[in-house]
């Protein structure tokens, strides 16, 4: 072996691994971008469902259970169920 080969390695630049650090940061701030806007587009999706679903029950609840629709079934059933007059 030669007092070459146990030399230490040269030190590492701090400015290089500034440099190294500060892209990593940037690298990691684009992650947590784009993850916190998928979060957003996801959690608005999500209350878009919501509303639709909501809109649909109050739709449908307003179409067939509709005080005025019930009565208009009991008029309904209520002819059906009379007895045909003999004539």
């Given at each position: 072996m030669t007092p070459e080969d146990n030399s230490n390695p040269p030190a590492p630049d701090p400015a290089e691994i500034e440099k190294l650090l500060e892209i990593e940061l940037m690298q990691k701030r684009a992650g947590w971008q784009q993850a916190k806007t998928q979060r957003t587009t996801w959690r608005a999706l999500s209350f878009l469902f919501l509303f639709l679903i909501i809109i649909a029950a109050l739709a449908?609840?307003?179409?067939?259970?509709s005080p005025e629709?019930?009565?208009e079934l009991k008029s309904e059933n209520a002819h059906q169920t009379e007895p045909a007059s003999p004539e």
């Open positions: 449908g609840y307003f179409i067939f259970l629709r019930m009565n």
